[in-house]
């Protein structure tokens, strides 16, 4: 088997977004997923951020939509306590929430509330969405898995094994701010 480090990387995001300042926190999920890995990613998540004491996070259930991702922003927008960091399960409805936010609101994202998703895709680029997420090492995860198919076909008896990858964290525009505005303030 040939995987990212889920669990990991949860909690890689939650200690960048308790670094950088956010202290109130929503994570939005797929709905009643059997993928083990969406269940990791929530749980690192989780973890991570009762190590930086933080024990309130609302989670979401969202399917894995641009559509599914702005509902969750429209319901944590109407909130009394509207989260400062939203997480997202998926990038695709991280994207979503970011409209949510501009269409709805004068939030600043960024700096009033950050957004962050899960496997980068190109688009995370875009200036438009500029989303800090966590990229899954893709090639070497193929590589990886070549390789593993060739030495199965060559040794059929090979024991089985298991590679976990870690996952990288690119910081974007959607989440840097927060702690330097705090800075400036003080």
């Known amino acids: 088997m040939v995987q990212s480090n889920h669990f990991h990387s949860g909690e890689q995001m939650a200690e960048y977004l308790t670094a950088m300042g956010y202290q109130r926190f929503a994570y939005v999920t797929a709905e009643k997923s059997p993928h083990l890995n969406l269940r990791s990613r929530q749980e690192g998540f989780l973890s991570g951020l009762i190590a930086h004491g933080i024990d309130k996070c609302q989670i979401i259930p969202a399917a894995y939509s641009y559509k599914s991702g702005w509902e969750a922003g429209t319901f944590l927008l109407s909130q009394k306590d509207v989260p400062d960091a939203i997480f997202c399960s998926g990038d695709i409805n991280g994207f979503g929430v970011i409209d949510a936010i501009r269409q709805?609101?004068?939030?600043?994202l960024?700096?009033?509330?950050?957004?962050?998703?899960?496997?980068?895709?190109?688009?995370?680029?875009?200036?438009?969405?500029?989303?800090?997420?966590?990229?899954?090492?893709?090639?070497?995860?193929?590589?990886?898995?070549?390789?593993?198919?060739?030495?199965?076909?060559?040794?059929?008896?090979?024991?089985?094994?298991?590679?976990?990858?870690?996952?990288?964290?690119?910081?974007?525009?959607?989440?840097?701010?927060r702690k330097h505005q705090a800075e400036q303030n003080a």
Request: proline letters at 7%; hydrophobic letters at 40%; a positive charge.
């Open 110 to 177: 960024g700096f009033d509330i950050g957004v962050s998703g899960y496997d980068a895709p190109i688009i995370g680029d875009f200036q438009g969405y500029s989303m800090t997420a966590l990229a899954q090492p893709t090639t070497q995860l193929a590589r990886d898995a070549v390789e593993m198919l060739l030495q199965l076909i060559a040794e059929p008896e090979t024991p089985k094994k298991k590679i976990i990858r870690p996952m990288k964290l690119i910081i974007r525009t959607s989440t840097q701010m």
């Open 104 to 108: 709805q609101t004068s939030l600043r």
